[in-house]
């Protein structure tokens, strides 16, 4: 019988995490963004130009950007390790 947890990608240990989601959105629209999950972590998401709809502390949220440029960082942090990963957008065509 397999284990489960072999079957999960697992992120690097150490970082750095990549957030996957759209770097092109529009205003008001909302999207969803996550790392791959670990376990034992928290994450700590950081915006500029938009708003967590939903998710936040987890490893997907859900946002809603508010204008035509913003920043998206998740901070996690796994016993006394913080692991910061940005990620930039633009409002789209």
Known sequence: MENQDEKKPKPPKGGPYTIFGPTTFAALETYTYNVLPADGVEYEW?????????????DTIVVQWTGTLGTLTVNVISGIAILDTSLGGHLGD
């Open 46 to 58: 950081i915006i500029t130009g938009g708003n967590i709809m939903s998710g936040e502390g987890t």
